[in-house]
Nanobody
């Protein structure tokens, strides 16, 4: 059982930056592929970013490509999401998730473990 805890959310002005963290309890953290998803009010949860176990391969939703960067530090059992040039439409609860390797990584049903989420609000 992998427990995931997100942090780093908050209120930021348009154009600003935030860095989300996802800390895992599991020492075999490096065995899992990881992803970020988000859910805005009244909308379905959507894929944001994905990273493989080694961190060498990443994938992003078109809406965040060039603005967000996913990374991981397996020694610290932590994943990150650096969010730059934030827009009001980025406002959502952001969730991190872990998946057994071999999945596509862009669908929420592929993930086995989820964090509780952290709120990101982009507003002036």
């Amino acid at each position: 059982q992998v427990q995931l805890v997100e942090s780093g959310g908050g209120l930021v002005q348009p154009g600003g930056s935030l860095r989300l963290s996802c800390a895992a309890s599991e020492r075999t953290f490096s065995n899992y592929e990881l992803g970020w998803f988000r859910q805005a009010p009244g909308k379905e949860r959507e894929f944001v970013a994905f990273i493989t176990r080694s961190g060498r391969t990443t994938n992003y939703a078109d809406s965040v490509k060039g603005r967000f960067t996913i990374s991981r530090d397996n020694a610290k059992n932590t994943m990150y999401l650096q969010m730059n040039s934030l827009k009001p439409e980025d406002t959502a609860i952001y969730y991190c998730a872990a998946a057994i390797p071999g999945r596509n990584g862009i669908y929420d049903y592929e993930y086995d473990y989820w964090g509780q989420g952290t709120q990101v609000t982009v507003s002036s």
